[in-house]
């Protein structure tokens, strides 16, 4: 019987091991889905306010204020959309 015992045991110890595998697997997917789809709302986010800041420049310099240094260019950083085709 203590043979017996024995490979039940071991199956039982070989299940949870797949179970837990496994569900490490599921979690780690989910969290990689969850991650990728915050980067992707981060970089529309920024490239949203670079797009603003602009705007803002742009509506400075029509007004004629002066003394304000024009933004930053980030020549490659964001791929440019245009307003309003998100």
Not at 18 to 45: C, E, G, P, Y
Request: glycine share 8%; no cysteine.
């Amino acid at each position: 019987m203590d043979g017996h015992d024995s490979e039940d045991s071991k199956q039982s110890t070989a299940d949870m091991t797949a179970f837990v595998q496994n569900l490490l697997q599921q979690m780690q997917s989910r969290f990689q889905t969850m991650s990728d789809s915050i980067i992707t709302k981060i970089d529309d986010m920024g490239g949203r306010i670079n797009e603003l800041e602009q705007s803002i420049h742009d509506l400075r310099a029509e007004m004629g204020v002066e003394g304000t240094p024009p933004p930053p260019s980030k020549s490659g950083d964001e791929p440019k959309t245009p307003a309003g085709s998100t």
